[in-house]
C-alpha cells in the first residue's frame, strides 16, 4: 500500500470518528433540553428535571417563596423547587439575567 492511499484512510477514518462524535454530542444535548446544539444552554425551552419534562414560560428577576435549590440543569443553570413532596408542577432556574419560570409538561 502506498503512502498516499495510507495517509487518506486514516484522514478518512479520523473524519468519520469526528463526525460520530459530534453526532453523539448533538444527540445528547437534544434529549436533555430539544436544542440542536453543541453547547446546552443554562435556560432552554424545554428542560429535563428528576425524570419529567418542563417548559419555560416566563422570565422574573426574583425567586418566587417557598423554592429552595435542587441541583443543577444540563447547561448548568442552578434548579430551584418547591418544597412540596411529589412531582413539581413549576420549578425555577436560575442564571444570569434572572429566574426563568418552567411548568410540567403534559
Known amino acids: 500500500m502506498n503512502a498516499w492511499l495510507k495517509n487518506t484512510l486514516w484522514l478518512v477514518g479520523f473524519l468519520a470518528a469526528c463526525a460520530c462524535a459530534v453526532a453523539v454530542r448533538l444527540d445528547m444535548v437534544h434529549r436533555q433540553t430539544d436544542e440542536w446544539q453543541m453547547r446546552p444552554s443554562a435556560e432552554p ?13 416566563g422570565h422574573q428577576p426574583h425567586k418566587d417563596h417557598g423554592y429552595h435549590k ?11 423547587a418547591p418544597t412540596a413532596q411529589g412531582v413539581p408542577v413549576t420549578i425555577q432556574v436560575h442564571h444570569l439575567h434572572g429566574y426563568y419560570d418552567y411548568q410540567l409538561a403534559s
Open 45 to 57: 425551552s424545554l428542560l429535563r428535571y428528576d425524570g419529567h419534562f418542563y417548559d419555560r414560560t
Open 70 to 80: 435542587n441541583g443543577r440543569n444540563f447547561g448548568g443553570g442552578i434548579i430551584f
